[in-house]
């Protein structure tokens, strides 16, 4: 049976996490204990953090850019833009992010993270867990982010910041999805769209200076 998308929060607005709501459960809370085991038992299964080739029968993948250029230093908008407890509000389902791991070495900063986002629907709010290893090039201003989330969808991300005249900062998202060969279209422009939005609400933030 197919399921009606409620609309919520207007465009950019069938959000990512929405879409994978539909394979997720009923809401509730995980300890942080619980939540590190289910992001070590992703890392392992599914192997996330590698890039298959070739991929499993039945899956596909597809890549897309996404740029925006802020109003302020490189460093500032680094800084900002890569803290992913800075995305709660800008993603509208996101409550929490819980970090399980951080450690840096030689100018390279590992984290290994959950993104825990509350998806209100007509049957009730739905809990979904995205699971990611996040590494920032701190002398390089860059980071990359590979994820697994509910429905085995998996995600591979670079971000880059290059320095433009007038202190602006363009911020270039190299977004990877990979998903079933049914879902992997759906996924993508759904994918792009949740992307776009996060971006202008981080311009916005750091910008008017709240970040």
């Not at 942080?32 to 953090?49: I, M, P, S, V």
């Not at 407890?85 to 970090?99: M, S, W």
Request: one cysteine or more; glycine letters at 4%.
């Amino acid at each position: 049976m197919k399921m009606r998308i409620p609309r919520l929060l207007g465009a950019p607005l069938i959000a990512m996490s929405l879409v994978l709501s539909f394979m997720s459960t009923a809401a509730r809370a995980d300890t942080d204990a619980e939540l590190a085991q289910e992001w070590q038992y992703a890392w392992n299964t599914y192997k996330f953090g590698q890039v298959a080739d070739p991929l499993p029968e039945g899956r596909a993948r597809k890549s897309q850019s996404i740029s925006i250029i802020i109003n302020a230093q490189r460093p500032r908008v680094f800084k900002a833009y890569s803290n992913f407890e800075n995305h709660i509000g800008a993603n509208p389902f996101l409550e929490r992010v819980v970090t399980h791991y951080d450690k840096t070495k030689n100018e390279v900063r590992t984290k290994n993270l959950t993104a825990i986002e509350v998806i209100p629907l007509e049957t009730g709010p739905f809990t979904l867990n995205t699971h990611a290893q996040q590494r920032l090039n701190l002398e390089r201003f860059c980071y990359s982010v590979d994820s697994w989330s509910t429905g085995n969808i998996v995600t591979h991300q670079k971000i880059t910041f290059e320095s433009l005249s007038g202190a602006r900062t363009r911020v270039t998202e190299n977004l990877t999805f990979e998903t079933t060969l049914d879902q992997i279209d759906f996924t993508l422009s759904q994918g792009v769209l949740a992307h776009q939005g996060i971006q202008q609400v981080l311009k916005q933030r750091i910008e008017s200076g709240q970040l």
